[in-house]
């Protein structure tokens, strides 16, 4: 049995996975548990899946559905890995955030958890105080951002997964059904400080303030529209893309 996987969601990631890859693999050689990497191709149209297979996935999952919460989903369902450590594809894991992961989930004591997050480059001011926001939000609450994501496989299963409802926000709708599986049983939610998570400050070049502030106004103001992949249009579109996969 595998001790741990790393579930990578991914679509039309070709420019940014094989970077998230090597420093997963580099990650995974300094812990002694035995891990296994899984790529989830989700409805791409670019060569993500081929990338995948050519930097060493041991697993390359598709999953038609172009959702995020599916694709996390479909990567848990492909492994008996005891501990599930999710990574987005633009995202750099540093191997003392995975030890620091393991070692919480080993204890006993803790259910899930995350960690903080720093973008990878110079980013505006209003995404770089979305990122201060968010921080000191995950670190008060315990919740953990999408791009670091790690529970127990019990944890995972009992609280139903990722929640294929919505479009965005799955992780705080998990991280709050965790918290309260874990509370029943006297267990904890923990967010690490440091080595932080490095993530790509992209969405800053491929975005303005206004469609922030638009994208978040949507949310906030009619939270139900994160059902609809077309109110969370920030989260599946990319630059140059010639179509989008529908709901």
């Not at 990650?27 to 989830?40: D, N, Q, R, S, Y």
């Amino acid at each position: 049995m595998t001790s741990f996987a790393i579930i990578i969601p991914a679509y039309n990631e070709e420019t940014y996975l094989a970077a998230a890859m090597t420093a997963v693999r580099e990650a995974m050689k300094e812990v002694e548990l035995i891990g296994e990497l899984i790529v989830v191709n989700n409805n791409s149209s670019d060569g993500t899946a081929e990338v995948a297979r050519s930097e060493g996935a041991d697993q390359v999952v598709f999953e038609p559905h172009n959702q995020i919460a599916r694709a996390r989903n479909a990567g848990a369902a492909a492994t008996d890995a005891e501990y599930l450590v999710f990574v987005d594809a633009d995202t750099c894991l540093n191997v003392e955030t995975l030890r620091t992961a393991l070692s919480f989930l080993q204890s006993g004591s803790v259910a899930a958890g995350g960690a903080r997050m720093e973008v990878d480059q110079e980013v505006s001011v209003m995404v770089g105080f979305l990122v201060a926001s968010w921080n000191r939000t995950a670190a008060f609450f315990k919740y953990a951002a999408g791009s670091f994501f790690f529970c127990r496989r019990d944890v995972f299963q009992e609280c139903g997964g990722f929640d294929e409802t919505v479009y965005a926000g799955e992780e705080v709708w998990f991280a709050r059904r965790i918290k309260k599986w874990a509370r029943a049983r006297e267990m904890t939610f923990e967010v690490i400080s440091d080595p932080p998570i490095v993530t790509s400050g992209r969405k800053s070049d491929w975005y303005s303030n206004f469609d922030f502030i638009r994208q978040l106004a949507v949310i906030f103001l009619i939270p139900w529209s994160t059902r609809s992949k077309r109110f969370c249009s920030m989260w599946y579109s990319r630059p140059g893309d010639s179509s989008e996969s529908q709901p």
